[in-house]
């Protein structure tokens, strides 16, 4: 995790306030007909135009020359006269009010330049801290440049927390290739250094692999990025809390996209509390191949700021545009904004708008993530949103293993029984395994068993696998048997008191090798838990391959 230095905060709370209306100053800048010197009508211009030689030439040069001093000297003398006719020609309207408003809209007009400054120094002074930060990160580290980045922000939640889950179902069955290829950002966006060092710990002690090979980084922001967000103007009808909900979760959005902005060449927007479907990269990278036209966003969810895809050389653009309007809107609003300011015409109907937006901002059918938290990280928000494109995840996976009388110690959970999962047609489900609880799969007949491969957890409970469990074969040779009892080893490998080898265990829920054949022919396969198990277990898949299957 980064400890990056901690310049100074970048702005203060509140909104900008706005000019007057736009009729006053169309009324300050009306001249009376003719009254500017020089400024003429059509027949009198239609004079100048008929004159000739060097006197002609030498008006036009002193026009040229005094024509700015002339209409400021033009619009000098209109406002005299422009009061002087509203005074005029208004009832028991006094000269007072109109001066008053015309001081009054001068104020606005200094005090929007100001808020402009501030703003415009708020952005600089953001954009510098965050490409500080990123560069004394990328100093540190030697990760290459990979093609997809994922950037999940997760804050402290009152009740139920779901990161760990997102991040077993976003590396569930990702190959070595894409895991070499893909970078995932979890972004703790708390200053409370107790609370960011126990996610990091959490997340290294749930996947030390992932950590140690780059595959997932932690990252925290110095307590000085936060501006003050306790005098926040409320807008929309929302509660001070939900709008310094809101603007913090943009300043936390544009940090991440900042920081994760040199590391890849795509970057994909997720949440903490979702999961995704077992091949999202896969059909990321195919979707993207297939267009042919540019786009800004590919969205792969229809919720929210879930699964939204961005080319990385387009993120410094879009974070400028956050941080110009973090204060007023929600972060889904500010990119439709920024939409609208690429691509529509003020001129053409909010129809024909649409449309060109929709070329820059595509949809991908079924939804590869969905949203599965209840609760929000607004303290007090219940949301059970679901994307309704997403469809069902399946949960098992099919395998055509050989016949085999199947067994459990475990404590079976409704209909998810061990039959099934060995017959393809769903997983299996008991509750928590403890020390010496055991799953067994004996065959019918004794067979030659070239490979295994046994996979816990599934993508809707990604947590409920196998810990510290062997995988344990038992050789039909008799004589064999009583070797390995005698011995307690053979082939390298680590006999049972009952005649088992220990030819493998599961790691990060999963268990697969070749068996050496010098084994001969396998009476069954087992199973054997070794310690208790916080957490429930499901099988949702196994597969025994056989020189016949």
């Not at 211009?45 to 209409?71: C, D, F, H, N, Q």
């Not at 409370?192 to 692999?209: G, H, I, L, M, Q």
């Not at 992932?210 to 922001?221: F, K, M, N």
């Amino acid at each position: 995790m980064p400890s990056p230095a901690a310049p100074a905060p970048f702005g203060e709370g509140g909104g900008p306030a706005r000019p007057g209306p736009a009729r006053q100053v169309s009324a300050a800048r009306t001249r009376p007909a003719g009254s500017c010197p020089g400024g003429g009508g059509r027949q009198r211009g239609e004079a100048r135009r008929g004159e000739a030689g060097v006197g002609s030439a030498s008006r036009r040069a002193m026009r040229r020359r005094y024509g700015p001093l002339l209409t400021a000297l033009c619009l000098g003398a209109a406002f005299p006269l422009l009061w002087y006719a509203a005074w005029q020609g208004s009832r028991g309207n006094d000269l007072d009010m109109y001066q008053s408003q015309l001081l009054e809209l001068r104020q606005r007009l200094l005090y929007a330049e100001k808020e402009n400054k501030q703003r415009s120094h708020e952005l600089s002074s953001a954009l510098d801290e965050i490409k500080h930060i990123v560069a004394k990160r990328m100093n540190s580290t030697t990760n290459h440049t990979v093609s997809l980045v994922m950037g999940i922000p997760t804050v402290k939640r009152e009740k139920q927390h779901y990161l760990i889950n997102t991040l077993h179902s976003l590396l569930y069955e990702l190959s070595e290739e894409q895991k070499n290829n893909c970078v995932i950002i979890i972004f703790v966006a708390e200053v409370d250094a107790e609370y960011v060092n126990s996610v990091a710990e959490s997340v290294k002690t749930s996947f030390p692999r992932e950590i140690q090979s780059g595959v997932l980084e932690v990252i925290s922001p110095p307590a000085s990025y936060y501006p003050d967000l306790s005098n926040l103007k409320k807008t929309f009808g929302d509660s001070e809390d939900r709008v310094r909900w809101r603007t913090k979760q943009n300043l936390d959005y544009s940090f991440l996209m900042l920081y994760a902005q040199p590391k890849g060449t795509f970057y994909l927007q997720l949440e903490d509390d979702i999961i995704a479907k077992p091949d999202y990269i896969q059909s990321i990278e195919n979707f993207a191949a297939k267009q042919s036209q540019e786009w800004m966003i590919l969205e792969f969810s229809q919720l929210g700021f879930i699964g939204k895809l961005f080319k990385s050389e387009d993120l410094p653009l879009i974070v400028e545009f956050f941080l110009m309007f973090y204060k007023d809107k929600p972060i889904d609003w500010l990119i439709d904004h920024l939409l609208w300011v690429k691509v529509c015409n003020p001129e053409k109907d909010a129809i024909h708008c649409e449309k060109e937006k929709a070329k820059l901002r595509i949809r991908a059918k079924p939804s590869l993530f969905q949203h599965v938290g209840i609760y929000s990280s607004l303290a007090g928000k219940i949301q059970n949103l679901k994307d309704k494109d997403f469809g069902k995840n399946v949960l098992h996976k099919t395998h055509n293993n050989p016949p085999a009388k199947v067994d459990t110690s475990l404590r079976t959970y409704q209909q998810y029984t061990l039959g099934k999962v060995y017959k393809g047609e769903d997983c299996f489900w008991a509750s928590a395994p403890v020390a010496g609880d055991y799953i067994s799969f004996t065959f019918l007949n004794p067979l030659k068993v070239e490979k295994y491969f046994f996979r816990s957890g599934n993508m809707e409970h990604p947590g409920d696998k196998l810990f510290n469990t062997t995988v344990e074969v038992l050789p039909a040779d008799e004589m064999l048997r009583k070797e390995l009892v005698d011995n307690g080893s053979k082939f390298n490998y680590p006999a049972t008191k009952d005649g088992y080898l220990k030819i493998g265990a599961f790691e990060n829920g999963i268990a697969e090798g070749s068996i050496n054949q010098s084994i001969g022919k396998i009476q069954a396969i087992r199973l054997s838990v070794n310690s208790d198990s916080p957490v429930w277990a499901i099988l949702s898949e196994v597969f025994i391959k056989t020189s016949e299957n």
